[in-house]
Structure formats: C-alpha cells, structure tokens
C-alpha cells in the first residue's frame, strides 16, 4: 500500500508505503518512505531518453511505525519507532522473521484518535515479545523548503482503541 505527497508545483514527491507479508518461509513488516523528482531518465546516448519519476536525495525526511499485537488477556501492546534525518533519499524501519509471522518487543498500551499513544490503565506490563497483528505507518519530509506529509497507511488488523 502507498500514499504520496506532492510539492506545490508537482516536480517532486514523497512516497510512503507499509507492508506487512506473511509467506510459508518468510515474513516481514515496517514503513518505508522516499523521495522522487519527475527528471529525464537517461538512455543510451541520448537515445530513448524519457521523463519520469527518480529517487532523489532531499532536505529532511521521517517514517514512523506503530506496530500493534496483543498481550495476554487481549491487552493491547504496541511499539513506535522512527527512522529519519537530514540530507537523505530513504528512510525505513521494518523487521522480518524466517517462517510465518514478526514478533516484536512491546509494551501494553493502546492509540487514540490523533494518533495519541495512551499508557495501559491496567498494572504496569514490560515489553513482551508480541506477534505483530497491524501497523500505523507515517511519514513525512522537507523537499526544496515546502514540509510535506502523507496520508498515513493502516496495515493488518491495526486497531485504534480508546
């Protein structure tokens, strides 16, 4: 799944996308945003030289991933975690698993509308390791002096509680 985010005169862009595979042998998940300049592509000697979308090295870009599992009791644990920085063209922040499913080090807690992450009311949990269920992905950068975001993306059974 991806979204995209445009500058105002559409010359560039972000794309952000999020992921979550689960095949006999292997299985990932994570968030990936980069960026792009609609520019001429090269062919060979100036032969069959076209126009189109290029990765592109910007001022600043961040994705940060929520991913969601349950503790026992059906208790609600997440993990946020974010990649980014300056002066680059990629950033990402996935992890990947030999055989069917991702577990990930998590802790209760739960994600309000807004995107507000809210602390389990219950008895202080430590992190666990939690099959990943769903992922919230945003992600966001700074191309030619204009801050861009995209929309965010919902993967998996990701489930805003409240």
Request: hydrophobic share 40%.
């Amino acid at each position: 799944m991806e979204t995209y985010a445009y500058t105002a005169d559409r010359s560039a862009r972000l794309v952000l996308s999020g992921w979550k595979t689960d095949a006999l042998v292997y299985s990932s998940v994570g968030g990936k945003i980069y960026a792009e300049r609609y520019a001429k592509r090269g062919g060979f000697i100036s032969l069959f030289e076209d126009y189109g979308w290029v990765k592109a090295t910007v001022e600043a870009m961040s994705v940060t991933v929520v991913f969601q599992g349950l503790l026992p009791g059906a208790v609600p644990a997440l993990r946020s975690q974010t990649d980014g920085g300056p002066s680059r063209h990629v950033s990402e922040v996935s992890y990947w698993a030999v055989g069917l499913g991702v577990k990930v080090d998590m802790v209760g807690g739960s994600i309000a509308p807004g995107g507000v992450i809210l602390p389990n009311p219950g008895p202080a949990l430590g992190p666990a390791n939690v099959d990943v269920r769903g992922l919230l992905v945003r992600g966001s950068g700074l191309i030619d002096g204009q801050r861009l975001t995209c929309d965010e993306i919902v993967v998996g059974d990701f489930i805003r509680f409240t």
